[in-house]
Structure formats: structure tokens, C-alpha cells
């Protein structure tokens, strides 16, 4: 019994915590302009991250070491060091636009501006990553994550043309009146959002974090399996209730107000309610996992303690990294830089930096002497190799595409 | 929108000059740009305001709305300003300057509206939005061609 309520609690707070700023606003902003005709990036991306996060997290229940403690050790330190710079580039940026996020889900219910609210959010993280326990930080914001399902609701109340959105989802189906090269830009901004490098070096270091060995890969392969494409699917609902709401009106989605108001028409003030929830844990949660990420990624280049099942006194240049890296993303939202614009930049950023993501992790994953008899198979190796090429072309395309499209405009 | 802003001052500090004059097509397809965008706006703050009619969003989330709305159409139709028109499109960039004009000013009546909480305006304001978005729309069809007068006689 103990083992189901596990089994379920983690299904149910991967779905909770898949969706993070970058999929609220990039699924939002497709959904409106490009309906569901990207809708098997989505799916492509969902499949991607859970083949690599299944590698990360059997490493980390097999070796008992994080992927990118492993990775220095096996591919020496300069690869290593690119690894860290262009991972710590972007996570760090998507730590910046998820606080900002938080900020503007609270700018939503109280009308004071973001700029305002940015300090005492960012208190509040460096907070829950100092003092919150790191199953109750993942298990609280994960299942009030769970509110985003209210998408899934809206968009069935909406009463959208099912056989409408389900074409364009099926044949990839772009509007004529869109031209290709926003549509590609899209694509890669969708696929870059769905990978976000931080999502593996979480779900690896939570491993170690609580203490997974191999007994525990069955329970972590359902959590992935499961959870991941079920969160997937509210990246669509998120996508279809903006494509019935502001599609035929031929509006463009630029702010999370507008994110909101499919849920406003479909459900009214509960329903939105729910969805502004929803906003906080996702962007709170997600903030708390890239902020710990960057904690991760530096002290485990470097070989410090880290982690937060130790004392922070154990760790303390870890915990010194989560305050730097948290005053970081203060004084850059100090500026009033606008964070759905950050978040735009950081999923096309992204995609760049997802080959050296994600190679290293299928090089540690088929090494024999980490992994023993649980190395890579065939099919991990298989979709593992499709998904680097599909990654490459993503990361090749990403900046000529935002240069020549002007981010999609 | 913003990126759009962020993108055109980039253009602007590497060019480091007073705006040159764009080519025809290249003004053309700023000016279809910023009208979409202010567009958009109008269509927001028009769903916005449906939905307070029907009591279904609080007050606090259709005012950052409305002024999110207000200041991103704004910020469009003040970048196209800056953008010198073609000598064969003035008399459209004309049209396009005063109708971005007649919008945003109609974003600014119904954010003051809002803000007083005046819900006795919000119909007349949904019924010159729906004018003003058609006007819109109408407009960035036409201007995907060249103006009539540049085809010849």
C-alpha cells in the first residue's frame, strides 16, 4: 500500500511540475497564432525528455551519483566545463523568468506591478531552498500544480471543433496565412521549452537527493512514463483553449493575463481561480528546481558537497551558489526587464544548448562500469541517437531562426 | 510585442543613426505588424471587458489586463511612428497613424474606465472596441498589398 501511494504521489507530482513558465507562455502563444498544428512537437518533445530523463535517473538510482557528478569523471574537464557553461546559461536564465513568473501570476490577483512583487518572491524561494525539506518542496508545489488541469476542463467546456484541432494535430497543418519560417521558429521554441536542460539535472540530483537505488527504477520509470506525457497534456490544453479563445479573433498572446482568460470564459471566476494557482505552484516550483540546479550543476562540477539532504552548513558553497545565483535573477527583474520576454529567449536558448545537455548523458549511461548490467538497451540507444539528431537540426536552427523571424513576429 | 520593441531597438542602436528610410515592403510589413499588434490589444481588453460584463473575472486580473493591453499597444504604434514611411505610402501611413492613434486612445478610456471601476461604460467601450477592431482588421488585410495608386494606371 505504502509502495502504491509512492508510486501514485510521484505520478502525480510529475504531472503537477512538468509544466514550468516557458510551456504556459510558448504553448499560450502557439496555441493562439498556430492552434494545434504543433501539436506533435509537443508530443515529440514529451517522448524526448522522458527517454532522457529515464537514462538520468537509472544512472543516479545505479551509481548513486548524479548524471553531471559523472560526467567530468568520464569525459575529463573541458568537455565537462562546456557542459557547465552553456547548461548553467540557460538554466540560469529560465530561473530568472521563472521568479518573474511567479511575480506575475501574483501581479494577476493583487494589480501591484511585478516589479514590486519580485523581491519577496525571490525571498521566498532562496527560503524554500534553504530551510523546505526537498520531498515537501517537490511534493506540495507539484500536487498544487495539479490545478493546471483545469485547462483540460476549460478546454472541454469551450467546445472547440474537435475534428478541427485533431486535423491540424495529425497532418502538422499550418495556417496559410503563416509562413513557414515562424512556424519552424515555433517548433524549436516548443521543443526547446519541452527539454528544458534543468529538467534532467533536477530529476538526476533528486535521485540522489532521496536516495533512489535500484530497486526504486521501476517506481521512477512510471513516474516518467506516466507523469511526463500526462503534464503533457496540459501543454496542449493550454494550446487548444487559447486557439478557441483567441484564434478567431486573431489575437496574439503576449502576457499570463492572457494566458488565463480561455479558463475566465470557459469557467469563470472559480475556474480562473484555480488556473492562477495553478501559475504560482508551477512557476514556484519550477523556480525552486532551476534555482537548485544551478546549485547542483556548479558544486558537482567542482566536487563541493552538495544537496539538500545535508545540513547547509555541510554544504555551505552550495547554499552560497543558491543565494548568488537568486540575487542574480533579483537584480536582473530589478531592472524591469519584461519576463515573458526572458522566458521567450530562454526556450529558444534552450534548444542551442541541448546537445551538450543530452550527449553526455547517453555517454554515461552505456558506460559499463557505472551502470553495470543497466546499461542503455537497443531502444534507449536507439531513440537516444534519433533524438540527438533531432536535437542537433533544433539547435543548429534555433538563432537563425529567431534573427530572421524576429523572434517570431 | 515587446520583443518585437526589443528587436527594432536593437536594429536602431547598431545602426546607431536617425531612421533611414525603409523600402516599401519592409514598411509595409512593420506597419501590418504594429497594426496586428495593436489588434490584439483591443481584442484582449474586448474580452476582458465581456467577461466583467458577465461577472465572470475579478477586478484585479481585468485591470493588469487592460494596462498590460494599453501600455504593449501603445509601445507598437510608437515604434511604427518612428519608422519614416516610403514616399509612395505616406498617404496610407497616414490612415495607419490615425487609426493606431484612435486605438490606443480607446485603450486609455477603457483602462480609466476600468480602474474607476466604472461598469456603466464598459458596453459603449465594448461597442467602439468591436468598431475599432474591425477597422484594424480591415487595415492590415489592405496593407499586405502595395496602395492602389503604386500598381499604375
Redesign the interface.
Known sequence: MKKLFSVALGILTAIGGFVDIGDLVTNAQVGARLGWSLGLVVIVGVLGICVFAEMSGRVAAVSRRATFDLVRERLGPRVGLANLVASMAVTLLTFVAEIGGVALAL?????VSYVLLVPFVAVVVWLILWKARFSIMENVLGLVGLSLVVYIVALVQLHPDWGHLTMQLATVDKPADESWSVWAYYAVALFGAALTPYEVFFFSSGGVEEKWSVEDITTMRLNVFLGFPLGGLLSLAIAGSTAV??GP????V??L??V??PV??AL??IG??IA?LGFVAATLGAACETGLSTGYSIAQYFGWQWGKYVRPREAARFHTVLLLVTVLALAVLATGV?P??VT?VSVVFSAVALPLTYFPILVVANDPDYMGTHVNGRLANGLGMVYLAIIGVAAVAAIPLMIWT???? | MRRRLVAAAVVLTLTACAPGTPDEDSWRGDATRAVGDVASAVQTVRVGLDLARRDRVPHAYLQTVVVEAETNGGMSAQTLSAVQPPRVERRRASDVSDLLQQATDLLTATRIAVVDGDEAAYADLRRRLAEVADELSTLEDALTHPPAEAAGP
Do not use: H, P, Y
Request: proline fraction near 0%; hydrophobic fraction near 50%.
Open positions: 501581479q494577476l490577483v493583487s494589480s479563445v483567441f479573433l486573431d489575437a496574439s503576449d502576457t493575463g492572457q488565463g482568460l475566465a470564459v469563470g471566476k480562473l481561480a492562477i519584461d515573458i520576454l521567450e524576429r523572434m517570431g513576429a
